[in-house]
């Protein structure tokens, strides 16, 4: 009679390490409404470019322009977006700034946040034309 027990406990070790070798965090990613029903690595509309959240990050990417390149853009809002989950999540915002003379343009920026670990960075910042 041939004994499955030998077979069970290299599977039963292997299935332990493959537990243990799977990092863990102290802080769960959270779900926001911005990342809801979103399919890793693709790309999803954001439904509400008002929300105060989106509106934050706007404002971040026109503020993290401007130091960046000494400008003096003003941000307005935010006209069209999308989210990708990535590492965290990547926000591309279509918004509208204006210039130190008063004339409004259109820029697209690329945020990649990470909110369980306070993380934003602007990773592109062009003007669209018209």
């Known amino acids: ?27 769960p990613i959270p779900v926001t ?17 008002e929300d105060s959240h989106v509106r934050e990050l706007g404002d971040f990417a026109v503020e993290e322009h401007n130091r960046r390149e000494h400008g003096e853009l003003t941000f307005d809002k935010v006209v069209t977006g999308e989210t990708q989950v990535v590492a965290g999540i990547n926000y591309r915002l279509v918004l509208r700034a204006r210039d130190g003379g008063g004339s ?27």
């Open 104 to 130: 409004a343009a259109d820029y697209q920026a690329v945020v990649w946040e990470k909110v369980w670990i306070n993380f934003r960075q602007l990773t592109s910042f062009v003007h669209i034309e018209s």
């Open 1 to 27: 009679m041939i004994t499955m027990m030998p077979l069970m406990r290299p599977v039963s070790l292997l299935l332990v390490l493959l537990f243990l070798a799977v990092p863990t965090t102290a802080h």
């Open 33 to 49: 409404s911005a990342s809801r029903k979103i399919g890793i690595g693709g790309w999803a509309p954001i439904k509400d470019v």
